[in-house]
């Protein structure tokens, strides 16, 4: 389901990062969680066209090295690369059967990953293949849909995505479809919400210790473009969660 998805994409995913849920909430959260990057090696798994593997890169890390199941994000990826070249390295590969890594990393993200799991056995393999692939005490940062979103609150339409849940449900919790309210051409993507438990139980399974959920913020730069009262139903229910952990 997802690399169908994600192949009809291609280099269009860029623009998700330009909407204002993205570019003022997700973007700055998830890099300020990750930190200070500087002199570290980093594994991006589902890195898609590469944003994330280019951002740590600018910020200061020596090695990164991304992963991802759809052959089309990462010609994406590479495509960039080739026109603006930081030294990232790709590869097309499925972290539920990741291959044995060359090196270990001092970190790994995950954005909008682990949730592409088909079942919780496919979850714990996918996070065992990313505890491996880190050095012992190495942190796992991961960004994914909010766990108990309420689907009765105020729509996510201002902020540039709508956000319905399909009915169905799959084995880690209900499937949800996203879709980017970008022109000319709105994105839908459909994956599921696995439930908090799920993650967590996952994680530890695979030897991660140090499960802390992390909120969603809002960046002092959105607040000045748009003022607080924008923000307020956003905030109040956030889509959005995150989690690190350590190896």
């Known amino acids: 389901m997802s690399v169908q998805q994600y ?22 959260s998830f890099l300020g969680m990750v930190g200070d990057v500087s002199g570290r090696s980093v594994l ?21 090295f991304g992963v991802d199941i759809s052959v089309e994000m990462i010609a994406a990826a590479r495509a960039i690369e080739q026109r603006d070249p930081l030294g990232l390295r790709y590869e097309v590969g499925d972290v539920a059967e990741m291959r044995p890594l060359d090196r270990r990393f001092d970190i790994a993200v995950g954005v909008q990953c682990l949730n592409y799991a088909a079942d919780i056995a496919e979850m714990e393999r996918m996070c065992r293949n990313i505890h491996r692939s880190l050095v012992p005490g190495g942190e796992f940062f991961v960004f994914a849909q909010k766990p108990d979103y309420r689907f009765d609150c105020p729509s996510l339409d201002k902020y540039g995505f709508l956000c319905e849940p399909t009915g169905e449900e799959v084995e880690t919790g209900p499937r949800v479809r996203v879709t980017a ?4 051409q709105p994105i839908s993507i459909v994956s599921a919400v696995p439930r908090r438990e799920v993650y967590e139980q996952c994680l530890r399974a695979a030897g991660f210790s140090d499960v802390k959920w992390v909120a969603l913020q809002v960046s002092e730069a959105g607040i000045r ?14 889509p959005l969660e995150m989690l690190r952990c350590r190896a």
Do not use: N, Q
């Not at 890195?47 to 990164?64: H, I, M, P, Q």
């Not at 309210?181 to 000319?184: K, T, Y």
């Open 7 to 28: 192949d009809e994409i291609g280099e269009a995913f860029e623009g998700f990062k330009s909407l204002p849920l993205m570019r003022y909430g997700e973007v700055p």
């Open 44 to 64: 991006d798994v589902a890195c898609g066209t590469g944003f994330y593997s280019r951002e740590l890169k600018r910020r200061g890390a020596t090695d990164v």
């Open 181 to 184: 309210l970008l022109d000319p």
């Open 225 to 238: 473009e748009f003022g607080e009262d924008f923000w307020a139903d956003l905030l109040a229910h956030p």
